[in-house]
Structures are given as structure tokens and as C-alpha cells.
């Protein structure tokens, strides 16, 4: 009923808003396309494919689009991109994602648009992520690997379905790694930690339509009081309150918990430069240790699944993962250690060059929060303008990577990495607000190929997805499969 009702009211709002707003780029002498997220509310695909279905039609660098009620500007020159992740950042630091404040677990640092708050959370939280906690949560992460493996390997018919197969995977290693818990084999499989990432993220109807109303009509969404996570507010805050509980009394590990119990200890937290405090309770730590899933455990089992795909179709490249993975694993070694994680750079490769083909978070947005120009063609942008980045559209544009639909993990050797436009490749964003896991990620991406692939080969079967799910940011096909040989040399 309320989704009816919801759908009824932004078709009405929708309606006025672009009667009202429309020609807000025409009149600027800037290109217009009008209705594109309201296709995508009720098409079959994703939001980057008609993205990209814009970005091929028009030469323009600029594009006017609108987010629902908010006249938006789609970017292409990765200047005017450099400018709005990084060079401009002061201008433009919202993503504008609206959530409700009392949306606990929503109050995390991948939404947080409240400069101060971000800030102070984002150097609080940045240290999770040295090469020292690292190497300490690469210990679980590294076990989940191999527990996985083996699971496979007892239970053949759970790679019937490859991508429920990695999601698994990739929610329950990050719960190992976050909360520092050894769980093992199926049990680590089966975490309630799993179950709750799996609702959480699923696209379905009634998510894309929160999504569109946080987005496009904030003011509705908070009349309407929606909230998008307190369905496992209990459950979490619950959980983190308990693990961290048993942990005061434990012996320090290092890793995630140990960083939460320490910015406890020091009490107020307090950002120098623009005076903001924030208390590190319970509920404001559970909330940063809810980000993990709602940003890791999706996006990395997506980067897998693809990678898979691609490596079905190219034999070739397949048996150069295969020589890259047994050189590590050489005279018999039954562990990986973070220093062997150097080693898999043809790997490393591989998994950037799917990743660019197929990014996992197929597109970026940010809403201006103070007048500004672009530095391309100085054009001026008002406060509240959104910016549309096609990550998905960029990634296949042949003037950025020439033969845009080969896969040809080259392109990402040292030698040409350093040729390329710094926001040329953007699978993980780029500038201040950047992926703050990209390492963490990159090692869970190659633990679990490695472990995967020292044990299995892939039947031979090309890729090429028709179209992705109907997601507002992501790129998924989880229907798609490949079939895992046993390989004979182990
Ligand atoms: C292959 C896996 C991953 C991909 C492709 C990915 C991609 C991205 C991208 C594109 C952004 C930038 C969004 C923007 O600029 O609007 C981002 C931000 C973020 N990611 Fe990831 N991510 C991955 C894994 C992870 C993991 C494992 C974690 C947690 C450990 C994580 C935590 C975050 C957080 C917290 C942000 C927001 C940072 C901020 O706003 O300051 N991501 N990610
Ligand atoms: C958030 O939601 C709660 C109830 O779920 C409501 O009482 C509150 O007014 C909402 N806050 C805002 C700012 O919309
Ligand atoms: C806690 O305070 C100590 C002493 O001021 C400082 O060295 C340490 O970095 C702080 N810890 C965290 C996690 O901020
Ligand atoms: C690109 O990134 C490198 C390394 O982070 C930096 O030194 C360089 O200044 C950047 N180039 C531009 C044009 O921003
Ligand atoms: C995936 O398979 C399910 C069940 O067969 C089907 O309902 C769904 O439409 C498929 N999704 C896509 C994107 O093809």
C-alpha cells in the first residue's frame, strides 16, 4: 500500500517538477535530456546503461540530466571530474543521499553528507586501514579464503549459483575480518552477519523506489519518515554491542574492534580544524562497522563475479592467472601470506581490467553545495545542481580505452597505468571521498581467486550480458554462471 502510494506521489511531483524546472540547461546553452531516471524507476535495466545510452548519443562534454526534481549535469571532460572529486571539493562534498537521522546504522560514513561529521569520521575511521591493521585482518580474510574453498569443494551444488556462491564468501569474510571472529567452514557461511547483508542489499522494487525518493524528493522522504536500514538496526547494534564486550576483556588484535575500543577509551572525538566533537558511543561505531557491508560485500562479490566471467571467455588469460597463482603457491605451500599478495600482479591486472569493463558502482553523484564553475569551459554551477559521473559510460568510452569491449588486462601493466588519466579508471571513485577499502578490498579480491583458482579452471564460455539488473548504482548480472573445473595438478 504505502508503495503505491509512494509511486502515485512522485509520478504527480515528477510531473510538476519537470514542468516547472524544464529548459533549466536549455536556456544555459547546454544540451537537455529529460526523464532518464524515471525511465530507469520503471525499465528493466540499470541506472549507468542509460547513462551510458546518453553519453554515446550526444558529443557534448556536458549533458544536462535531471535527478528526479534536481536539474543535474552529466560529466565527461576529466577535468571538469578531477574538479568535483578533488581540485573543488569544497563545492561539491555531498552525495546527497538523504537519510533519516534516526536511521542509526544509516548515520555511516558512505552516507554521512554533513561536511564536519564526514570528516571527523573519515580520519577517525582511515586508520582501519594501514598496512599494519591490514596485515592483521588479512589473517581472516586469508582463512575465509581458504574455508571457502574447501567448502566448495565438499558441496559441489552450491556452484550451481556462482554469485550467491562469492556473496556468501565476501559477507562472511568481512564479518571475520570486522569483528575479528574465527568462524569457520559452513558456520562462517550460515552467519546471521550474512543473511542480514544479503536483505540489506538485493535490489528490489521497494529499494530502488526508497532510493529514488531519498534522492530525487528529500523532503518526501522525510514526510514520509522512511527509514532504509532499521529493519537491522536490532540485530547489528546488538551484535557490535556484544563483540565489543567480550573484546575489552580480550588480548589486542590490531583490527577494527581494537581501533572502535581505543577511540572509546580516548573519549570525545574532535576534528582541529573545524572544531566538530562527536562521542564515539555504541551506536555512532556500529553504525561505521555497518558500512563494511553495505559497501564491501556487494561491490567485491560483483568485481569477483565478473572477473570470473571475463576469465571463462579468455583462456589465454586464464592460464596466465594460473601460472601467476602457482608461482606463489609453489613446493607445496598450504598458506598465503599479505607479502605473497604483491606477488599476483597479473592478477591484480586481471581484476582491474574486469572491474573496468563491469565497474561495480556503475556511477557517481554529488550535489554543488555552493555556487562554482567548472574549470572546462567555466561553466557556472548553482548551489544544489547534482553532478552525474558515468563511471560505466567513462570505462567504455574508446577514446579513453581504445577497443573498449576487448578485455585486455594490459592496459593495466605498471608501464601503462602510468600513462593513463588519473580519473580515467574509476572503479573505486577517485579524491577525497575515494573508496576507503580499496585495499582491504583488493586483498579479499585476490585471496579468494587465488585460493579459488589454485583448486579450479574454468570451462571456456564467452561473456556478453545483454543487459545489467535493474540497480541505481551498480552493475549485476548474479544470474549469470560459468562452470569450475577441478584442476588435476593438486
Ligand atoms: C571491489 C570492491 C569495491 C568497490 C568497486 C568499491 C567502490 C567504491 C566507490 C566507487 C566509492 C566512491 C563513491 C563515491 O565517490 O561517491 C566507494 C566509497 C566507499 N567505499 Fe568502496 N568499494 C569496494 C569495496 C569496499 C570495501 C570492502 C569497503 C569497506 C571495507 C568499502 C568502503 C567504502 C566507503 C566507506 C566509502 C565511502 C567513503 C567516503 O564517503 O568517504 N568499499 N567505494
Ligand atoms: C525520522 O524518522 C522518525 C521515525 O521513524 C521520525 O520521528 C522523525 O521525525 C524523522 N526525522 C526526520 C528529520 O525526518
Ligand atoms: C588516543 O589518544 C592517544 C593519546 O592522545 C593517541 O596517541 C591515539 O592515537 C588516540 N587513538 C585514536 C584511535 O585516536
Ligand atoms: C595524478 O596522481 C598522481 C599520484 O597520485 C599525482 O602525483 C598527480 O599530480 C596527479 N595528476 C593530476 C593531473 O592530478
Ligand atoms: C534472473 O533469474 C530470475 C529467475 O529465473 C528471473 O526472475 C530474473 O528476471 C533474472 N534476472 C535477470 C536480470 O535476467
Not at 510531473?15 to 524546472?21: E, N, P, S, V
Not at 569477483?304 to 592467472?321: Q, R, W
Not at 556511477?363 to 559521473?389: H, W
Not at 583488493?442 to 570451462?459: D, F, G, I, N, S
Amino acid at each position: 500500500m504505502l508503495l503505491q502510494v509512494l509511486m502515485f506521489l512522485c509520478f504527480i511531483f515528477t510531473l510538476i517538477y519537470i514542468l516547472k524546472k524544464r529548459n533549466y540547461w536549455r536556456s544555459r546553452g547546454i544540451t537537455e535530456v529529460e526523464g532518464s531516471l524515471w525511465k530507469f524507476t520503471f525499465g528493466d535495466r540499470s541506472l549507468p546503461e542509460y547513462y551510458k545510452e546518453i553519453y554515446d548519443k550526444y558529443e557534448d562534454e556536458q549533458i544536462g540530466v535531471y535527478l528526479g526534481s534536481i536539474p543535474s549535469l552529466m560529466l565527461k571532460n576529466l577535468d571538469d571530474i578531477q574538479a568535483v572529486m578533488a581540485g573543488d571539493f569544497q563545492s561539491f562534498y555531498k552525495r546527497g543521499l538523504t537519510v533519516n537521522k534516526s536511521d542509526i546504522l544509516g548515520d555511516n560514513i558512505l552516507f554521512i553528507d554533513e561536511y564536519p561529521r564526514w570528516k571527523l569520521l573519515r580520519t577517525k575511521l582511515t586508520p582501519v586501514f594501514t598496512s599494519l591493521r591490514l596485515k592483521t585482518m588479512f589473517l581472516s580474510i586469508e582463512k575465509c579464503a581458504k574455508d571457502f574453498v574447501d567448502l566448495i569443494e565438499s558441496d559441489e551444488t552450491l556452484m550451481k549459483k556462482p554469485f550467491d556462491m562469492l556473496y556468501t564468501f565476501t559477507a562472511a569474510s568481512i564479518g571475520a575480518a570486522v569483528f575479528g571472529i574465527d568462524i569457520g567452514g559452513k558456520e562462517a557461511m550460515e552467519s546471521p552477519f550474512v543473511i542480514m547483508a544479503w536483505k540489506a542489499l538485493t535490489p528490489s522494487f521497494s529499494t530502488n523506489l526508497k532510493f529514488l525518493t531519498s534522492n530525487a524528493f528529500p523532503w518526501l522522504y522525510k514526510t514520509l519518515q522512511l527509514r532504509f536500514f532499521s529493519e537491522h538496526e536490532e540485530f547489528f547494534i546488538g551484535a557490535v554491542k556484544s563483540v565489543f564486550e567480550a573484546r575489552r576483556k580480550a588480548e589486542k588484535r590490531n583490527d577494527f574492534i581494537d581501533l572502535c575500543l581505543e577511540l572509546q577509551k580516548n573519549g570525545t572525538m574532535k576534528d582541529p580544524t573545524t572544531e566538530y566533537e562527536l562521542e564515539p558511543t555504541d551506536e555512532v561505531l556500529a553504525a561505521q562497522a555497518f558500512f563494511f557491508f553495505i559497501a564491501g560485500a556487494d561491490t567485491t562479490a560483483n568485481a569477483l563475479h565478473f572477473s570470473l566471467l571475463e576469465l571463462a571467455g579468455h583462456p589465454t588469460i586464464l592460464a596466465k592467472v594460473h601460472d601467476n597463482i602457482d608461482e606463489v603457491f609453489k613446493d607445496g605451500k598450504t598458506a598465503i601470506s599479505y607479502e605473497d599478495m604483491d606477488k599476483l600482479q597479473y592478477l591484480d591486472m586481471v581484476v582491474n581490467e574486469a572491474m573496468r569493463k563491469y565497474p561495480p558502482i556503475g556511477q557517481l553523484q554529488r550535489i554543488c553545495t555552493r555556487n562554482t564553475e567548472l574549470p572546462s569551459n567555466k561553466l557556472k554551477i548553482e548551489k544544489d545542481t547534482g553532478i552525474v559521473i558515468p563511471i560505466y559510460a567513462i570505462h567504455r568510452d574508446e577514446k579513453l580505452f581504445p577497443n573498449p569491449e576487448v578485455c585486455d588486462p594490459e592496459r593495466f601493466s605498471p608501464q601503462n597505468v602510468q600513462k593513463m588519466h588519473n580519473y580515467s579508471f574509476m572503479a573505486f571513485g577517485g579524491g577525497n571521498r575515494i573508496c576507503i577499502g580499496m585495499r582491504f578490498a583488493r586483498l579479499q579480491l585476490k585471496a579468494c581467486l587465488a585460493w579459488l583458482l589454485r583448486k579450479y579452471t574454468l570451462e571456456e564460455k564467452v561473456y556478453r550480458p545483454e543487459r545489467f539488473e535493474r540497480s541505481s548504482f551498480s552493475l549485476r548480472d548474479t544470474n549469470a554462471t560459468y562452470k569450475l573445473i577441478r584442476r588435476n595438478n593438486n
